[in-house]
T-cell receptor
Framework: GQQLNQSPQSMFIQEGEDVSMNCTSSSIFNTWLWYKQDPGEGPVLLIALYKAGELTSNGRLTAQFGITRKDSFLNISASIPSDVGIYFC????????????FGRGTSLIVHP | GAVVSQHPSRVICKSGTSVKIECRSL??????MFWYRQFPKQSLMLMATSNEGSKATYEQGVEKDKFLINHASLTLSTLTVTSAHPEDSSFYIC???????????FGEGSRLTVL
């Protein structure tokens, strides 16, 4: 089946530091979605990317759709304690299916 | 963004009973909804795709008679865990795709504990 490799698996950083995580796929994606999940809650959509090369920001978050359409990264600048959570990349692979594949998640811990 | 509501958020039941979880799209119509299961510190595992007015499509290894899915309207899908056992205890999450954008919006999740 479709595989999404998300890294790193976890990150422990100091408040104020920048964070970068990425996802790579073995095949082409039409859309890249980045989500954040807090404990005991459903994932919340942060950024959606639709075109190769697209760079989109949402506050301190920036994500890019890779040129090859097989990868995407998410950056968080000047991290704060409330950034703690699990970040997932996801997307429907090309081929007409809307069924998304999810990365394994990146667990972010921010120390005050 | 679009709003998806899931109910109940927490449920505790005895082994052998059935539990129904509802997933509603509040401000859009969803012809397709997805049901996921999530174990602690793991990613979301797709269980089934719920199609309005037709049978759900189950992923390999998911028992359709165990996890009954009904998508009777464009705003409501239900997941019924039948004859629940402790190993069915998990976090169940639904999502819906909004209007052909490819963007998925998730419910708040339902924590099922089977005693």
């Amino acid at each position: 089946g479709q595989q999404l490799n998300q890294s790193p698996q976890s990150m422990f950083i100091q408040e104020g530091e920048d964070v970068s995580m990425n996802c790579t796929s073995s095949s082409i994606f039409n859309t890249w979605l980045w989500y954040k999940q807090d404990p005991g809650e459903g994932p919340v959509l942060l950024i959606a990317l639709y075109k190769a090369g697209e760079l989109t920001s949402n506050g301190r978050l920036t994500a890019q759709f890779g040129i090859t359409r097989k990868d995407s990264f998410l950056n968080i600048s000047a991290s704060i304690p409330s950034d703690v959570g699990i970040y997932f990349c996801a997307g429907p692979p090309s081929g007409g299916s809307y069924i998304p594949t999810f990365g394994r998640g990146t667990s972010l811990i921010v120390h005050p | 963004g679009a709003v998806v509501s899931q109910h109940p958020s927490r449920v505790i039941c005895k082994s052998g009973t059935s539990v129904k979880i509802e997933c509603r799209s509040l401000d859009f119509q969803a012809t397709t909804m997805f049901w996921y299961r999530q174990f602690p510190k793991q990613s979301l595992m797709l269980m089934a795709t719920s199609n309005e007015g037709s049978k759900a499509t189950y992923e390999q290894g998911v028992e359709k008679d165990k996890f009954l899915i009904n998508h009777a309207s464009l705003t409501l899908s239900t997941l019924t865990v039948t004859s629940a056992h402790p190993e069915d205890s998990s976090f169940y999450i639904c999502s819906a795709e909004n209007g052909g954008t490819g963007e998925l919006f998730f419910g708040e999740g339902s924590r099922l504990t089977v005693l």
